[in-house]
């Protein structure tokens, strides 16, 4: 088969260990390896020096002390002792490359030759502004804290008053918006302005307190693209039941957006959030790269992939700088990825204080190697836009958004730049849910057994024998699903959770 993208898989399912890239150094384990086992890579026989869990590297070329060691084709760290072929190459024998802020060259993108855009819609709503949402929803927002379980309360009472009317009424609580100055006071009133905007929102309640300084009203005055028909909000200290008026108000609201209907729209239309967490030594030869695959389908049919984590693009910057489709978009990319850097840094952190010991444990050993795994999910479509924390998708085609790894802060920060379904690939399982709807995708088929609950979609078929092509056709029929209208696993089990970043001090 074909290298088609960083990460494909070129070993048959019936070996014991893959490789991804024919100059790389290592490859990956596909089950529990045993010191002394022989086993065979394309023709290539290679014993193994010592246990090798599955997920973890294993030596198919010698390295020398203080050399890179290669995967995916790219550098994932220096080698701290010599490695012979057999060994197992982890932490106790490679070490990052990361130390600060990097130097980086623009080179004008030459655009590659595309498959004719895919046909094929979906059923989402409409809204005045044109954008298109996935759900119809009442959103219950709040400007502060110190309203959030009453913004809580009222979603409650009214999912049990108007059942059926909508797709759902739901809460979005957070504890921030007072004792709260300058980029935190700003990212809180962007967030919660962004969702606010969601297409996915049929109408929106925002609750303030009155004393806050995230002000309902300098909230209201910032946020682009609100519609004043769908929109209710009001202080609660000048009110005298707070949950009889929020309960008015979602009626009102109720009444517009039970007249809204699904109807076909272009995948041109589709804003699709791009996330990892949990990530495992196949994460980016399976799940990562599958997802690729989805984004490049939307990104030639027109619509938006939107790729996040700052943090994790740290030693794969290379990759993703090299597809930016003006200076103007290249020199924005640096400037994010330099920034986060800065702010590590100013913090007294090393950058590439990644991946976490879940990571190690699944067989990452470096941020470099996580990084060139994470990028994939990017897949080959020129970068077109950069967007900052808290705002909002503009041109059609890859999107990179500045925001960190976190989890639930970056699928906050996907929803609200107007993600209208988010694909989170992961190879240890979460059951984390967010405002959009949100597919959870196994790196690996043992995690996608165990946790039905939580997993939407098995990428490890493609270790088992299925091409990552014919798994990225139904994968991408499961997207038009969700946006059509099916529920996500999360959806299912009520997780529903935002986070807004933090960084800066509290009065």
Not at 24 to 48: K, P, Y
Not at 201 to 226: F, H, R, T, W, Y
Not at 371 to 397: C, I, M, N, T, W
Not at 421 to 449: D, E, M, Y
Request: net charge negative; glycine share 12%.
């Amino acid at each position: 088969m074909a290298k088609a993208l960083i990460g494909d898989i070129t070993s048959s399912p019936a070996e014991s260990i893959h490789g991804v890239d024919p100059r790389d150094h290592v490859a990956t384990a596909l089950r529990d390896l045993v010191a002394g086992e022989t086993l065979n890579l394309h023709g290539q026989t290679i014993v193994a020096r010592a246990d090798i869990p599955k997920g973890h590297k294993i030596a198919v070329r010698a390295v020398g002390e203080g050399e890179d060691v290669l995967k995916y084709g790219w550098p994932i760290g220096r080698a701290t002792a010599h490695i012979v072929v057999g060994d197992h190459v982890h932490v106790h024998n490679v070490e990052t490359r990361l130390s600060g802020v990097e130097d980086f060259a623009y080179a004008e993108v030459r655009p590659e030759p595309h498959a004719s855009p895919p046909a094929g819609s979906f059923l989402g709503y409409r809204r005045k502004n044109g954008r298109v949402g996935t759900r119809n929803e009442i959103w219950v927002l709040c400007t502060v804290g110190c309203v959030a379980n009453t913004a809580r309360r009222i979603a409650e009472k009214a999912n049990a008053r108007f059942a059926g009317r909508v797709d759902g009424v739901f809460a979005f609580p957070h504890p921030f918006g007072c004792s709260q100055l300058g980029d935190d006071l700003t990212h809180t009133r962007k967030l919660i302005a962004g969702l606010a905007a969601h297409p996915n929102a049929g109408g929106v309640l925002i609750l303030g307190l009155g004393c806050e300084n995230n002000q309902l009203k300098a909230l209201l005055d910032s946020a682009p693209g609100l519609d004043p028909e769908r929109l209710r909000s009001f202080t609660t200290q000048m009110v005298e039941d707070e949950l009889e008026d929020g309960l008015d108000a979602v009626e009102a609201l109720v009444a517009i957006a039970e007249r809204d209907r699904r109807e076909p729209a272009p995948l041109s239309d589709l804003v699709v959030g791009l996330k990892c967490g949990g990530s495992d030594g196949f994460s980016g030869v399976t799940a990562n790269p599958l997802v690729g695959r989805i984004a490049d389908k939307v990104s030639d049919a027109g619509g938006t992939p939107v790729l996040t984590e700052i943090p994790e693009v740290f030693g794969a910057e290379g990759v993703l700088l090299a597809r930016a489709a003006t200076r103007e978009v290249f020199d924005e990319a640096v400037e994010v990825i330099d920034d986060f850097k800065r702010y590590f840094i100013d913090n007294h952190q090393p950058i590439y204080e990644n991946p976490s010991p879940g990571n190690i444990a699944g067989g990452i050993t470096t941020l470099e190697e996580k990084s060139l795994g994470a990028v994939q999910k990017g897949g080959r479509a020129p970068l077109v836009e950069v967007l900052r924390y808290g705002e909002q998708v503009g041109p059609h085609g890859l999107t990179l958004l500045e925001a960190p790894g976190n989890d639930a802060v970056s699928s906050t920060a996907l929803t609200a730049a107007g993600a209208t379904v988010i694909l989170f690939t992961t190879g240890r399982g979460t059951p984390l849910g967010f405002p959009a709807p949100t597919l959870k995708i196994a790196s690996n088929s043992a995690l996608a057994a165990r946790k039905p609950g939580w997993i939407d979609f098995d990428a490890g078929v493609v270790l088992a024998g299925q091409t990552m092509d014919a798994a990225a056709d139904s994968l991408m029929d499961l997207v038009v699903a969700t946006a059509s209208g099916q529920p996500t696993k999360a959806e299912l089990n009520g997780e529903r959770e935002i986070a807004i970043w933090k960084q800066g001090v509290t009065l």
